[in-house]
């Protein structure tokens, strides 16, 4: 490693000498240490090149106990560690904390352990010939028992001082056989967050067996490792002598955790903002989950409004056996794919398309349904609203024919009554005469709104503001509305751009949706009476907007207030031409016609106009 590199690492370790040594003594270091510990961190700093011996001469002259000195120093080494590991180096990193090591172990004398000891591990470890001691065969068998082992198998004494480390520990560890033989402590590899753990274990040897637990540890270069470690105490004829541990690494454990729970966080991500409506339910239909979607549609409040509640008592229609069906699935497991109009235990109606389908972990059982729900609500409408729309098409050719067959017999009829009239001078024939040429008359203004309503007249476009096109009409119904006692409110946004419009043809769309709107008001009495007209730009479009409060439209007629001569007024009220003709002006215009209300609290009436001149589509529908 680049001289640079290493002096950055003891520079660092220098400028944070005093945070090192504080978090060692909170670890357990004695304090009377204190200033001989600044001694040391600035000789770790001088020889962490070299990985030179420390003088500890200062340490001894506070303490004499070997053990004491050494777990000191091992408190301060993975504080050291940490140090480094926080600040984020790169490639410096190994190579200060394998230094680190160095400069510690050259300062530490090695832990004596009984010889016998010494021997028996130095056997497993074959450092010496299998002959030595003990049955050959016995010493065979468990040295291949020992490298079969994929996790690291150790013994230490009650100190924290290795005597045994298995090959696969010391290759998951990066430490050799050599390093053992030095000397090596369960201080220099437990990571300081679970040295109060440990120690717990070791200072109560007989009950360390009692349950795994889960810790971090050290590499030789100073990788944190996650390891399982489940301990055994070891007799001696009585008094526990050492502690056997087996380590297990748990990095792709954690791994696969981790992967589990980003997938589960995903997934409930998905499904939460799903549009559709998603449920699951257990063995027996009742439901388990579902999202924000699901409970909407079913009129529920909270997320976990359905939960435990069974699946086919949600879905309730006289016409439907959903609920059967939904059994069906669950008992013979075979997918469900309906369309129903359907009224959910709590009250809300809703036309959705279901599919349903069994949910398994065996291929011969069904543990439960997942369920889908897509609101068909809009797609009905919008369906609706193109079959309305084919339907006035078609008889929009019928009445156009019609009307110019019945306009030549009408304009006879007319001519020779004005004829008729200059000629004739008995009063009680003229009288006649001229009840037939109004008759007439008003024949051909029916003629003239039926062609306007097949599009068979033209009329010439031109640039206008629709502001100013209601501000006139306004103007011209202001006075009835007053007499009336309609509170007016107006709200045009004034940044509209203009479009391609007949003025005339407008305002007389315009001039019905305000009339239609005053003939609903005046039946109402038990409240203000109000009328609110306004414009606004939606995309591409500039809209404007008719609302009444008055009694509304009901849902069985909204699909037929278009239809030539249809009115819910009394006989002679309207000739039920009005809206139909002002749907036929607006469809010719590019545009549409909106219609939102419900029975009892009034109605809104909206023309959508392009601003660019080109046919908008209906995508809304009639609502």
Same mark, same amino acid.
């Given at each position: 490693m680049p001289e640079e590199a290493m002096d950055a690492c003891a520079q660092l370790l220098r400028s944070s000498a005093d945070r090192v040594i504080d978090a060692a003594l909170d670890r357990g270091a004695l304090q009377l240490f204190g200033p001989s510990l600044h001694e040391v961190v600035e000789q770790i700093a001088n020889h962490i090149h070299s990985g030179g011996a420390l003088d500890v001469h200062g340490l001894r002259a506070c303490t004499t106990d070997d053990?004491?000195?050494?777990?000191?120093?091992?408190?301060?080494?993975?504080?050291?560690? #940490?140090?480094?590991? /926080?600040?984020? !180096?790169?490639?410096?990193?190994?190579?200060?904390? *394998? +230094?680190?090591?160095?400069? &510690?172990?050259?300062?530490?004398?090695?832990?004596?352990?009984?010889?016998?000891?010494?021997?028996?591990?130095?056997?497993?470890?074959e450092t010496k010939p299998s002959s030595v001691t003990g049955d050959s065969r016995l010493l065979a068998f468990t040295r291949g028992l020992m490298s079969a082992l994929n996790d690291m198998l150790y013994v230490h004494d009650l100190a924290g001082n290795f005597l045994y480390i298995n090959q696969f520990g010391l290759n998951l560890t990066k430490f050799t056989a050599e390093d053992l033989q030095k000397g090596l402590s369960l201080y220099e590899l437990?990571?300081?967050?679970?040295?109060?753990?440990?120690?717990?274990?070791?200072?109560?040897?007989?009950?360390?067996?009692?349950?795994?637990?889960?810790?971090?540890?050290?590499?030789?270069?100073?990788?944190?490792?996650?390891? #399982?470690?489940?301990? /055994?105490?070891? !007799?001696?004829?009585?008094?526990?002598?050492?502690? *056997? +541990?087996?380590?297990?690494? &748990?990095r792709l454990e954690h791994r696969l955790e981790e992967a589990i729970r980003r997938s589960n966080l995903h997934l409930e991500s998905i499904i939460s903002a799903a549009p559709i409506g998603i449920i699951t339910t257990d063995a027996q239909g009742r439901i388990s989950e579902a999202n924000a979607m699901a409970t909407e549609l079913c009129g529920v409040s909270g997320t976990k409004g359905l939960i435990g509640v069974p699946l086919h008592t949600i879905c309730k229609h006289p016409e439907s056996d959903l609920p059967g069906k939904l059994r069906a699935?669950?008992?013979?497991?075979?997918?469900?794919?309906?369309?129903?109009?359907?009224?959910?235990?709590?009250?809300?109606?809703?036309?959705?398309?279901?599919?349903?389908?069994?949910?398994?972990?065996?291929?011969?059982?069904?543990?439960?349904?997942?369920?889908?729900?897509?609101?068909?609500?809009?797609?009905?409408?919008?369906?609706?609203?193109?079959?309305?729309?084919?339907?006035?098409?078609?008889?929009?050719?019928?009445?156009?024919?019609?009307?110019?067959?019945?306009?030549?017999?009408?304009?006879?009829?007319?001519?020779?009554?004005?004829?008729?009239?200059?000629?004739?001078?008995?009063?009680?024939?003229?009288?006649?005469?001229?009840?037939?040429?109004?008759?007439?008359?008003?024949?051909?203004?029916?003629?003239?709104?039926?062609?306007?309503?097949?599009?068979?007249?033209?009329?010439?476009?031109?640039?206008?503001?629709?502001?100013?096109?209601?501000?006139?009409?306004?103007?011209?119904?202001?006075?009835?509305?007053?007499?009336?006692?309609?509170?007016?409110?107006?709200?045009?946004?004034?940044?509209?751009?203009?479009?391609?419009?007949?003025?005339?043809?407008?305002?007389?769309?315009?001039?019905?949706l305000i009339n239609n709107a005053h003939q609903a008001l005046s039946t109402v009495t038990e409240r203000e009476r109000r009328l609110e007209i306004s414009t606004y730009r939606k995309g591409a479009c500039v809209c404007a907007r008719v609302k009444d409060n008055g009694p509304g439209i009901p849902r069985e007629f909204q699909s037929k207030i278009f239809f030539p001569f249809f009115t819910t007024q009394n006989l002679g009220g309207g000739t039920g031409l009005g809206l139909s003709v002002s749907f036929g002006i607006v469809r010719d215009h590019g545009g549409h016609i909106?219609?939102?209300?419900?029975?009892?609290?009034?109605?809104?009436?909206?023309?959508?106009?392009p601003i660019v001149q080109e046919k908008v589509p209906s995508d809304s529908g009639n609502r």
């Open positions: 053990s004491v000195i050494s777990r000191t120093l091992h408190l301060l080494q993975a504080e050291i560690i #940490e140090l480094f590991r /926080r600040a984020r !180096l790169s490639h410096p990193y190994g190579d200060c904390v *394998l +230094g680190l090591r160095k400069c &510690v172990r050259n300062s530490i004398p090695r832990a004596s352990f009984a010889t016998e000891d010494v021997a028996f591990f130095e056997q497993l470890m437990v990571v300081p967050d679970y040295l109060d753990l440990v120690e717990a274990r070791m200072q109560s040897p007989r009950s360390a067996s009692r349950s795994p637990f889960t810790i971090e540890i050290y590499t030789k270069d100073g990788e944190r490792l996650p390891v #399982e470690i489940l301990p /055994r105490g070891l !007799l001696a004829e009585g008094p526990v002598a050492a502690i *056997l +541990g087996v380590a297990r690494d &748990v699935v669950l008992e013979k497991g075979i997918a469900l794919h309906e369309r129903c109009a359907m009224t959910s235990r709590f009250g809300t109606a809703v036309d959705c398309d279901v599919i349903a389908v069994p949910l398994r972990s065996r291929p011969d059982t069904v543990d439960g349904l997942l369920v889908m729900l897509f609101d068909a609500t809009e797609e009905l409408e919008i369906q609706q609203a193109l079959l309305q729309s084919e339907k006035l098409t078609a008889l929009g050719e019928v009445i156009a024919g019609v009307a110019h067959e019945m306009n030549n017999p009408l304009t006879g009829i007319l001519g020779y009554a004005q004829f008729l009239l200059l000629t004739c001078s008995e009063p009680e024939y003229k009288s006649r005469l001229e009840h037939i040429a109004q008759e007439a008359q008003r024949c051909r203004h029916v003629v003239q709104s039926l062609l306007t309503f097949a599009q068979r007249q033209r009329f010439e476009k031109s640039s206008q503001d629709v502001n100013r096109i209601l501000e006139d009409t306004v103007a011209l119904q202001r006075f009835e509305l007053e007499a009336d006692q309609i509170k007016l409110a107006v709200n045009f946004d004034r940044t509209l751009p203009s479009i391609q419009a007949n003025a005339q043809h407008l305002q007389k769309v315009f001039l019905s909106l219609v939102d209300s419900t029975e009892g609290s009034g109605a809104a009436l909206t023309v959508v106009l």
